[in-house]
């Protein structure tokens, strides 16, 4: 490296000897190898020396590649015939019918690399040909010689290849592209940092300085191809970066085909970048330009939107209507991805739904027990009850009959609740999540994960009691039906003002109760107790057979009820629908089921 450093040092000394640029012969731009005329200076101790040009690190091919690779015929010839050859041994032929200079040895080494890819060859038998040697110490030997893109082709070949990064040959590669990072053009730039992105990972060296390339030269960014490649490959592992690649998007929304939207949006996903221009800017121009779309274009746009919870009805409407003629010729794979994908958008389309339905009763041998818990938790989500609902469950409840003790907990309890939000949960799947055993593996686990469990087995705990009169148990034991409040929940406007107005409904606050959380695993608003004339009662001095402790112990009297106040708001809602969401569906019939009259307020 040092030997390389000094090599450096006397090309400039030798520059400052030479009146004009001109003053170089003609014959030193001819790589080692293919003299055809003797050395000028050949006195001088600098020409014993391995010197590498300036002009041999500008951007792209430099005036001097160019003329090499256009001007000489037999250079031209030669990357011809490297480019068509089709074996490993035609490539090694080449060792021993020419003398080679260092850029043609790297050209049969990118060659090589590419023939050993395309027909996945074996490359260690590659790697320890002597021809194959004899090429590594050509390019070694002469690497300053090595046109840019040559170089950076070599150095993703050597690694494709797998030759050892601590061999001295491939550290030289890799010292020689550190040197004229600054150099490269940013394409060149851009093709490498995708390719160690991929190879050699986030902590590589040379992929950091190549990244801290194009975060300062960002504004040389051009084409689509560059952008979306780049979001995709690179982002990802710097959000500086990422940031610059997100306007230079933007830029170019328009110019965008469907297949690159695809990909930035899934690049946004993967790294949880919600960029609310970009994503409008994508979508806009996908609806404008874009009429027909292919089902895996479809399937990603709809599963990015959803991952980054991203709404935007008109997209949501067209994958749909899309997606339906599609749904017949699917994969199990892909209708639970898809299906999945529009519950957690909380986008309900009918046909497509109802296609989804009609499908798991054709190829119910096709589906997994996995496949048809997603359709179901996704049909839950929606409060979609298929058109032929009889058939659809009875086929399920047959799926599941002998399936539920291979579900672990989680899944099991999902489905279970699933189906109490649908009102398909029969007794043998109550069962299997009320059972005593089942709660006790999940008691003394405080994750956020096991307190969302505990918490749907008290609403399931609920549909049994107040939805299943056949239900003869187990139930859950009443010290464990403590609900889970909400941490840190911002009082919205509605709620504060459903408070004040039902304050001077009250008149005394001994007559109602606010933020209530009851056995059931549901949160009323607010309650109250009227008598038969409507007038407002000590709601203290009742029984309360919705809490886990009653502060009262009289009976309701004669003619009095209870009212529960439900407040709803947007998110509670299907998107762009004034449905409810299943699970508060189901918490609106527990409330009703447990003697309360339901005020809803939205």
Partial sequence: MAARLVRRCCWRHLGAFLSTPTAVPVSLLVPAGKVVMPRALPQAPFALLHT???????????????????????????????????????????????????????????????????????????????????????????????????????????????????????????????????????????????????????ENKLLSEVIKKLELRWTELEGTRTVVTLMGKVGHISPALMDRLEDKALELAEQFNPDDIRKITLALAYQNRRCVPLLRALSYHLIQKHPELSLNVLMDLIFAYGKLNFHQPQVFQKVATDLHPHVATMTPMEVTRCIRSFALLKWLSLPLFEAIAQYALDNTKKLSVTHLCSIILSFARLNFQPSGSEDFFSMVHEEFQDQLDNLEPHLLTELVWSLCVLQQAKAPYLQRVLAPDFYTRIQGDQSLKAQNLRLKLIQINAAAKLESPQYRGPFLPREVLRGTEPAGDKVTLLQSSLQEALAGVLGSQENGRFNIHTVYGWHLDAEMVVNNENKPLPVKDFAAPHLLHSEGTKPLPPGARRVAFLRWEFPNFSNRSKDLLGRYVMARRHVQAAGFLVVDVS
Avoid at 72 to 95: V, Y
Avoid at 129 to 157: A, M
Avoid at 176 to 187: A, G, P
């Fill in 52 to 202: 590498s040009s300036p002009s041999s690190w500008a951007d792209g091919f430099s005036v001097k590649e160019q003329v090499e690779d256009g001007g000489n015929p037999e250079h031209k010839m030669m990357g011809e015939l490297i480019e068509t050859a089709t074996s490993p041994q035609e490539l090694f032929q080449f060792c021993e019918l020419h003398d080679l200079n260092s850029n043609q040895a790297s050209m049969i080494i990118t060659q090589l690399s590419r023939l050993a890819a395309e027909r996945k060859l074996e490359t260690e038998s590659i790697l320890q040909d002597k021809r194959f040697q004899q090429l590594i110490s050509i390019t070694d030997s002469q690497i300053s010689q090595v046109w840019n893109n040559t170089l950076v082709n070599l150095l993703k070949s050597l690694y494709s290849l797998g030759v050892d990064s601590s061999r001295r040959e491939m550290q030289s590669v890799e010292q020689e592209v550190l040197w004229r990072l600054r150099r490269l053009t940013f394409r060149q730039l851009a093709s490498l940092a995708e390719f160690l992105a991929i190879k050699q990972g986030k």
